[in-house]
Structures are given as C-alpha cells and as structure tokens.
C-alpha cells in the first residue's frame, strides 16, 4: 500500500478540497492550516492506548445448564476473532476524526469501546468530558408510541434528565419538522421520518464527544443537508466528533483527520484526502482481484488481456466529462503465435446494460500475424456521448473463426465515471437536430 | 480539561439518580403499552388472577373444603395470589431481560442495572393496579382497614428485594446457560405449591413448620395474613417460633440480593458481547 504511510503530521493542505461537491460548502473557511496548528495544540479529548479487543466464539453457540451438569470436563472449543488489535490513537479537543474501513475491519468494534458497551481485553481509553452514544440512531425508539413518547424516552436514554428533555422537546420537534405528526404513532412514520426523530434527539444531547455510526445513509437530501449544518455547529463550537463511515466524501469534506483500518489495525492515521485514497485502493484492489477470479473466461494460454484502461488525451482516465474523447484500450500478450485473432471492447453500464461493443470482426478489420511473446496494444476512440454513470469495460480476444470462445476475457476490468450535465432519462444522449415544422 | 479517567462499561451505579430515572422510563413505557389502544387493558390485567382466583375459591372452599375455619380465605387466596403472581412476574421476566433488550445494551451505554431494575418496576406499577382491586375485595368480604395495612408496603419491599436478587442472577445465568427459562419456570410451579397460597402455613405439620416458614413467601404471606386480614391469626414470628428465627427468612432474602448483585456486577462489563 504504497500511498498508505501518510505520517500523522502531515496536516492537511490549504487548497479547498471540495470545489467538486455538490453540497454548498459550509466550513471551507475553517479548512486551512491554521485549524491544524489549533487543533494540534489543543488538549486531548480522546486517548486510546494500545487497544486490543478479541472476540471468543464458541464453536456451538448456545450451551445450556444440562450440558453443564452432564459433562462437567469437557472444555468448549472457540475460534478468536481479534476484532482490534492495538489501536493506539489521540484525538484533540474540537477534532472531526473519520474511521474508515472495509466491512469488518473492526471500525464499529473500536467505536463500541470508546462508547464503553464493549470492555477492551487490553490497553486504555481515555475520554476527557461527556459521551454522547451516538452509536446508532434510533436506537430505544418504539413504534406503538407516538413521536412526543419517544422524543423523551430517546432523550433520556441518551443522557438527559426528563426534566431537561421536556425543555428541548419544542427544539427536538422543530429540528425533525415533525410539528403535525407529534401523536401519531411512530410506526405509521415513514423510516425516513423516524431517523429525522432520532437525529434530532442524539444532536439536542449536549456531549463533548460524539460517536456517529453510518448514519448518514438515511434521510433524504434535505435532511442529510441539515445534518451536515448540525456538524457544522458542532464543529465550531468546538465538540469532538467521531465518524464511521463508508462514504469518502463525507470523510473528506468534514473530517480533519481520519484513520484507516484494515483486519483490526491501523493501517494509516492522516489527512483525510489521503486516507480516502488509501481507502479506495484497499476497495478497488481487491474488486480488481475477485474480477480475475471470478470472471474470467478462456484459457489465456494463447493469448493473455494483462490490463485495460480508459483513456483521454492520451492520459488513462478515471472520470471523463460528456463531448470528450473516450479512449478504450487493452495490452495482450500472446504465448503462441497467432493470425488475424479478434479483439473486442464490450461497455456496460452500472445496471449491467450493454451500451457499445465493438470488435476487429464487425469492423472487418485483419489484425495481422503475431509471434509468441509478443505484446500489442489495442485502442478505440469515440466521442463520450453516454448517460452520466459508472461504466464498466470488459475486453476480450478470441481466435479468427473462433466462434463465441474467447481466448481470453476479464469482464469488467476497467471503470471510468462518465459525467453528463444532464440526465436525459435515455442510454445515449448523440448530437442531434430538433426542429419543430409547421403546417 | 485533560482529565482522562480509565473507564470500562459496567452496571455500577456512579449516578443513582440517572440511574433510577432511565430505569423508570423504560418500565413506564412498558408498563403503558399493555394498556396501549386497549380500553379493556386493565380489565385484561384483572383478569388473569381473578378467574384463576375463582376457580381455586370454588374448587378449595366447595370441593376440598381447605378454607373451612380460616378467617377471609376468600381474601387470602386473591392477596397471596396477587403477591405471589408479583414475584414470578419479576423473576421469569428478569430471565429474559436483557436478551429482550438487546438493541439497547449492544448500542447505548448506561449501567445495565437499569434493565433487571425496569422489570421491577413495571412489576410494581402492575401489582398497584390488581391492589386496588384486592383491597375492594377485601372490604367487601369484611375485612375491616386497620393499622395492620400499613405493614403491606414493608412485605412487597421484601418480596420485590427477593425478586430483584433471584432475578439478576437468573438473567446473567440465561445469557451463558439458555435452558435456566424452561428450568426456572418449572421451579416457579414448584414454589407456587410450596408456599402458603390455596392453603395457610398454620396447617402445616408441627415438625416441619419452622424449615417451612425458612422459604420467604412463606413469612411473607403468613405475615401478611397476620397483619392484613385477621390479627388473631399467627404471624410469621410466631409460625417460626420467635422473632430471631426470622432471621433466617431474611437472610435468605438478602442473601439472594447480594449474590444476585455480585453476579450481575460480574458480568455486567460482558453482556453486551455475549448476547
């Protein structure tokens, strides 16, 4: 993981990051590397130390009393799971720190510890102020009372006392937009709904420390857009937040710092740019791999596809503007010698539709005699004039006559974002005329 | 503001106060769903001991003639029934507590004493409510209101501090061993016939009236029969014979509430894990 070993030093640069978001930028001012002198000098809010924590399961899962009695010697066999293994981490007063990682990577684990649900087998953590245990949201809500129950019952679980919930019940509701719901019963609400309660609450809750799990998901746009107001103000008024998340972006246009996990350790602690980076890889990489695994087809012992790439400009690309050039290129390498094979580029679209393919054969096109050990690059040029979306390119070469068994194919093994300004709703979006004819 | 205390989750009781505040949030919830969008709830509640209740009257008054020279049979069968009903409430609920509470213990952080204490108090809202109704009964079957009710409140604090000490040991012994609910709901019938409920503990056989009267449902309900209903009828200091033997009884009952502690502070740092 070569762009891994970000140092925890290297703060973060002045240049704004997220010009490209399509969410009003709120807290760019505050982005700059005066912010990173601050928070380094602020005092610690959250310490953790060397934090191990290991998980036993029992090979059979619910052992019962007359087990017990029965066989009184018999040991109980358990695999491990090291969930976190020696975590050390601080995190300054007044920081927005993002965990990121792959499912199971421990992240969620780790964030338990801190909220103190899980005991680490080893090492220390240390929180300075009150934690607020924003593990999950809507967590304590229960669908047979009405929104007006729950507000308080939430609130009081998270740390209120019920005479401070009844004070901020007016702020909960506003914040939710829940005013000509409050009796009805939270199991009529629609989940997004239900989420909107349950932020409202968990941000009312004053804490020094806040945990936040994945819980940006839900909730339409407007709302998310109000959740992120909300960390903005936490933010300036100086609370440290914890994140977990999946979403780089988010990662990148809040978080100050952000650590990235990988089977329970520290992979890298550092500027958020270079951890989302360094978290895409992690992803990418291994899809890359199960690619190659799973779908691929032909022996490729003739003839090998070592890679493909999409290209403009003569520069490999991973986005691409519409109106553009789009370059589709593939390396082969033959072990044997070969005539005139066929090579085909086949476009999908991220539902898996197939929107272009082309081939040598449809363009009736004789490739030439190749010798074994010899290589070749193979390039196709359009003008970008797809819906916007993710596109995958599968490439494939197949022997003249051949029939449909390709030599060698990698489905999927390249993918570019092709932007459009627009959704037209259609596959393709061609220059076109459009004239209205009277009479 | 660099005061990094080591901490670890537990079931400790660093704040009592938020600790019996969220305690009783949830109990009330509970307790206010049973009578949720049902305008026969508490008719419902009522219902359960008093049709048993009047099965047991005719077959043990007309049948078995158990009741044949005891003063308020009647009442004493509902009361002890009532009272009994309170503690299988509580321990059999408190079983499966926490695994009924599993979104809340494996995603928020509060003492987790607070979920056997909820079960407690819902337990209590429920016995206030079948009490009114008890006390009606009993003041129509003649029983006079004397200064003797006001021992009640006493013996429910004991039965309830009984319950709570049986219950947190059962809920942390459920986690590990799954069969305990099966187990102990048997062992709750056993104790139902055990204890002076259809019949009074002065018909016991003399020899084994004081290890009898050891069992604390057995003081209790003999007690209650002492100050609640007749006066004249002996009370669990004499059924044991002198006050010292109550002793016994009661370090049964704190007995079990500091095992029941010491269990559940034990595990309570682990429960989130082994659910």
């Known amino acids: 993981m070569a762009s891994a070993g970000v140092s925890e030093r290297n703060k973060r640069p002045a240049k704004p990051l997220l010009a490209l978001t399509r969410l009003p930028v709120l807290l760019d001012e505050d982005r700059t590397a005066s912010r990173a002198e601050r928070l380094a000098a602020a005092p610690v809010a959250v310490s953790v130390q060397n934090v191990s924590k290991t998980f036993k399961l029992p090979h059979q899962r619910y052992s019962t009393l007359k087990e017990r009695v029965l066989h009184p010697f018999r040991s109980r066999t358990y695999d491990e799971l090291r969930a976190v293994q020696d975590v050390t981490l601080e995190i300054r007063q007044g920081e927005f720190f993002g965990i990121v990682g792959r499912n199971g990577s421990g992240k969620s684990t780790l964030l338990k510890c801190l909220a103190g649900i899980y005991e680490p087998d080893s090492g220390s953590i240390g929180i300075a102020g009150r934690l607020s245990p924003f593990i999950e949201l809507g967590v304590g809500l229960n669908g047979e009372l009405t929104a007006r129950e729950n507000a308080l019952i939430n609130a009081v679980l998270l740390g209120l006392t019920r005479t401070q919930a009844k004070e901020r019940f007016d702020d909960i509701i506003a914040f939710a937009e829940l005013e000509d719901f409050l009796d009805l019963k939270l199991k009529n609400y629609s989940s997004g709904m239900s989420v909107r309660l349950a932020f409202s609450v968990a941000i009312e809750v004053d804490a020094d420390v806040l945990l936040v799990d994945e819980v940006l998901a839900v909730g339409d746009a407007a709302f998310q857009q109000k959740c992120f107001e909300q960390f903005a103000r936490l933010k300036s008024e100086g609370k440290t937040i914890i994140l977990v998340t999946h979403d780089m972006a988010t990662v990148e246009r809040f978080c100050d710092r952000a650590m990235l996990l990988e089977r329970g350790e520290v992979v890298s602690i550092g500027e958020p740019h270079a951890i989302a980076r360094a978290y895409n890889e992690l992803n990418f990489g291994r899809l890359l791999h199960e690619a190659v695994d799973e779908s691929r087809s032909g022996t490729h012992r003739v003839a090998e596809i070592l890679e493909a790439w999409f290209e403009s400009g003569g520069e490999r690309i991973k986005a691409l503007a519409q109106g553009e050039r789009l370059g589709l290129a593939m390396r082969v390498r033959f072990h044997e010698a070969i005539t005139d094979p066929i090579f085909a580029f086949t476009l999908r679209n991220d539902i898996g539709h197939t929107v272009f393919v082309t081939s040598s054969m449809l363009r009736e096109l004789d490739t030439g005699t190749f010798e074994a050990g010899e290589e070749v690059t193979v390039r196709v040029g359009l003008e970008h004039r797809f819906a916007p979306s993710q596109y995958k390119l599968t490439p494939s070469v197949a022997r003249a006559g051949g029939g449909a068994d390709a030599l060698d194919m990698r489905e999927d093994l390249a993918s570019v974002m092709l932007h459009a300004t627009k959704a037209t709703g259609g596959l393709l979006d061609p220059e076109h005329s459009f004239e209205v004819i009277r009479g | ?275």
């Open chain 2, 1 to 275: 503001m660099t005061t990094l205390a080591a901490r670890a989750p537990g079931a400790r009781m660093r704040d009592p106060r938020r600790v019996l505040s969220l305690a009783w949030t949830l109990a009330f919830t509970d307790w206010k769903l049973r009578f949720y969008g049902s305008v026969l709830g508490y008719v419902w509640t009522l219902a359960r001991p008093f049709a048993f209740f009047g099965v047991i009257y005719v077959v043990f008054t007309q049948i078995a003639n158990l009741g044949e020279g005891i003063r308020y049979y009647g009442a004493y069968v509902l009361m002890s029934m009532v009272l009994f009903q309170f503690f299988s409430e509580v321990t059999n609920q408190s079983v499966t507590c926490l695994t009924a509470r599993e979104n809340l213990l494996r995603k928020m952080r509060f003492p987790r004493l607070v979920i056997p204490l909820s079960v407690v108090m819902t337990a209590l809202l429920n016995l206030g409510m079948t009490l009114v109704a008890v006390l009606i009964f009993a003041i129509i079957a003649g029983v006079t209101p004397h200064w003797g009710w006001f021992e009640l409140p006493l013996l429910i604090a004991l039965l309830s501090a009984f319950a709570i000490g049986v219950g947190m040991l059962l809920s942390v012994l459920f986690i590990r061993y799954r069969d305990i609910q099966p187990i102990w709901e048997v062992t709750t019938q056993m104790l139902f016939y055990a204890s002076p409920i259809l019949y009074v503990a002065t018909i016991v056989p003399e020899e084994y009236q004081r290890p009898y009267m050891a069992n604390p449902i057995a003081s209790v309900l003999t007690e209650m029969r002492h100050s609640f209903l007749d006066p004249t009828a002996a009370g669990a200091a004499d059924a044991i014979g002198g006050w010292p033997r109550l002793l016994i009884p009661l370090a049964i009952i704190f007995g079990s509430l500091a095992l029941g502690i010491w269990a559940f502070r034990r595990e309570a740092p682990r429960i989130a894990e082994h659910l």
